[in-house]
């Protein structure tokens, strides 16, 4: 099992760069923001609590979010690896991950960090917008749609997330930053940490994504032009 996991900050570009990774690995990318916004669109009662923290751009408690994605990473499209978008967030989160693997014979295999500067971060999140079928992220100015308002991908409509507004973009800055560093520790301490620069072109910083999963010894499986949906 191929277990990368991709951090960064809130506006990293994540969500941007985990779909093609997985297209390009031919294992699912699974992000807990889009799995915690699919609850609250179900009205599920997990939806309901992890709603009241991420509007006020709190994390989730670690026991609910970890739960959910043990409880995803059951699914049988897991069975070959997964690309994570957005979990652990914490060291609480990543120590449930290491064990939950180690449990399956598995371990986290690489982390790529995507690293962007704060002020960056904050231009990036407020021009954000996602699509409502899978949470494909654009952005006004640096990534706009082909069509306004619509997913190029799956062609859903595009809106902005209620958290990504300015008052509440700072207060996750305030309170996600501290456990990110904890969580970059726990891999830098495992030995499995590369950086890239979040700041290059999305293509780019792609590129960088595979160099530094190549160090890891994890290529992409189809040949060129091959598309493997994840
Ligand atoms: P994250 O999932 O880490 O929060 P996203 O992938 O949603 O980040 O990206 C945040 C915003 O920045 C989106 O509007 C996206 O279109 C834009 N973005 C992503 N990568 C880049 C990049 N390399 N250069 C400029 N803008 C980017
Ligand atoms: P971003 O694009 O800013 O990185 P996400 O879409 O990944 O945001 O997450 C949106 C919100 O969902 C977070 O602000 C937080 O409230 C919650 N969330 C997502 N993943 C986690 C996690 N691993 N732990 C705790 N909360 C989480």
Redesign the pocket.
């Known amino acids: 099992m191929n277990v990368v996991v991709l951090l960064g900050a809130?506006?990293a570009g994540?969500?941007t760069q985990a779909p093609l990774l997985a297209t390009r690995l031919g294992i699912p990318a699974i992000?807990?923001?889009?799995l915690?916004?699919a609850a609250v669109r179900d009205g599920t009662a997990l939806g309901q609590e992890?709603r009241r923290?991420?509007d006020a751009?709190?994390?989730?408690p670690?026991e609910i979010?970890v739960r959910l994605?043990l409880d995803r990473l059951e699914r049988p499209d897991a069975t070959a690896g997964v690309i994570l978008?957005?979990?652990?967030?914490?060291g609480v989160?990543a120590e449930a991950l290491d064990r939950a693997l180690a449990e399956r014979a598995a371990r986290v295999g690489a982390v790529v960090l995507v690293d962007v500067p704060a002020d960056e971060l904050v231009r990036r999140?407020s021009g954000r917008w996602i699509c409502r079928a899978a949470?494909h992220p654009y952005h006004e100015t640096f990534s706009p749609p082909r069509v306004a308002g619509v997913c190029d991908i799956d062609g859903s409509e595009l809106y902005q997330r209620v958290?990504d507004r300015p008052d509440t973009i700072r207060a996750?800055m305030d309170q996600?930053l501290g456990a990110l560093a904890e969580v970059i520790d726990h891999y830098r301490t495992a030995g499995l940490l590369r950086t890239v620069d979040g700041l290059q072109g999305i293509d780019l910083v792609a590129e960088a994504i595979d160099a530094a999963l190549a160090e890891a010894g994890i290529r992409p499986a189809g040949v060129p032009g091959e598309h493997v949906t994840g």
């Open positions: 809130p506006g994540k969500g992000a807990t923001g889009d915690f916004r992890a923290y991420m751009g709190q994390l989730v670690d979010t994605l978008d957005g979990f652990p967030r914490t989160q999140l949470g958290d996750r996600q």
